[in-house]
């Protein structure tokens, strides 16, 4: 049930970041979607540990988004000198 309720946090916080407009029309929308998604994924067993490894979630939050975002620095950086430089 962890599992399903992740998969459901997860999917409409992308619906809501992708729509960009909070009417309440578009977040009931979202809700509808994203609970039909969970029910669907459901029945076909798909929400599983392999499928959606919420266990692996801390030590991704803590390892690897800090290399991302310090390799995305980078690459900003070496954009703009090379725009910058004549």
């Known amino acids: 049930m962890a599992r399903s309720f992740s998969f459901f946090v997860s999917l409409l916080a992308f619906w ?3 729509s960009g407009m909070f009417t ?3 977040i ?3 809700v509808g979607c994203s ?3 969970v029910l669907m994924s459901r029945r076909m067993d798909l929400v599983d540990r392999e499928g959606h490894p919420i266990h692996l979630a ?3 939050l ?3 988004w800090p ?3 310090k390799e995305i ?3 900003a950086w070496d954009v703009t000198r090379r725009i910058l430089s004549p």
Request: charged share 5%; aromatic share 12%; glycine share 4%.
């Open 16 to 18: 809501l970041l992708l």
């Open 67 to 69: 290399c991302l975002a």
């Open 73 to 75: 620095v980078k690459s």
């Open 24 to 26: 309440p029309f578009l």
């Open 28 to 30: 009931l929308a979202g």
């Open 62 to 64: 803590l390892s690897y």
């Open 58 to 60: 801390w030590s991704a």
């Open 35 to 37: 609970a039909a998604i």
